[in-house]
């Protein structure tokens, strides 16, 4: 009934980590940087550009200008890089039963009226930070609340332009889980639960 | 670790409902329309005022006027039921492991630094409609859909008066559950085990 799982995740939540686990648990494909690869394949822009494009929206990023000049007669390669994405996550969706990780996933397969069980990972800063400096290592300069409150940003903007809906907002998804005070292990437990208890 | 469970949810949603089961099965006490009796002897209210003003806000009530006139000088006595409700629930909560539903109770323990399971239960238009309806019949001259959203708007604007957050903000709950789309008794299941797992 659910074969699908997207998983939206605050920067840093250890929301990628929770749907790598759950696709393990369920043995089932899980997409998440394979989605760039393909999306690159399929729009002919770099790997690199479809990473930094394919999920956050940014006020002033390289290709405003472009966008701004070109947006009266042509697409937008933002807008390019979302129908790529697009059609990607419906073929992986098409194929069978998999976890999708950000991107709108839950979005683009609810319009197309296909069922998916959609999950929202956030915690607290404490935790978020203490994982993304176990990830990536203290980085000199960079004010790490400032950089998780830009890269959510940037996620809610995204996700806003491009589905006219709230990201985060509880009425989008049918589990919201705290990993911070909840745990990994335990995250993943129950969204294997009630995906065995949906199918 | 987590003795107390606090459950907020939409009108409608079945979250007293989940809140009862969850109790049952833990065999710890429920504290829903109980608050109400006890708030009403601690302040000297009737208890269908404190029904009525113990988790609604309204813009247009009929204690607006008198509030306005004696705001000034006076607490209201929408603050007093208030002060009373806390006071009801941080006893409650000193007594031992519980469920509370309702009544900024989440925030009101976070506020004493007391720790809480969080949940908040939500679930579509149709599951509410419903559900409703079943419990208590159909009113006539009433649009269903407009009472939900009425005293979803209520309690949203109560509990930012009162804790200056807003209602249904994942980052105020451990869980949040569609419990239309996940059905209550996996509901009852999963805060169960968050729980039993955190002890």
Redesign the interface.
Known sequence: MYPIITISREFGSGGHSIGEKVAAELNIPFYDGEIVSKVAEECGYAKEIVEDQGEYSSGSNKWLDISAASAIYFQSPQDTIFISQKKVILDCAKKGPCVIVGRCADYILRDENIKSLNV?I?A?YAHRKERVLAKYGDIEDVNIEKRLAKKDKQRKTYYKYYTDCNW????N??????NG???ED?CV??IC??YK??E
């Open positions: 929202f956030h607290d985060g907002d509880y009425k998804y049918d589990i919201s889980l705290d005070n909840i745990g335990e437990k129950l639960d009630v208890n949906m």
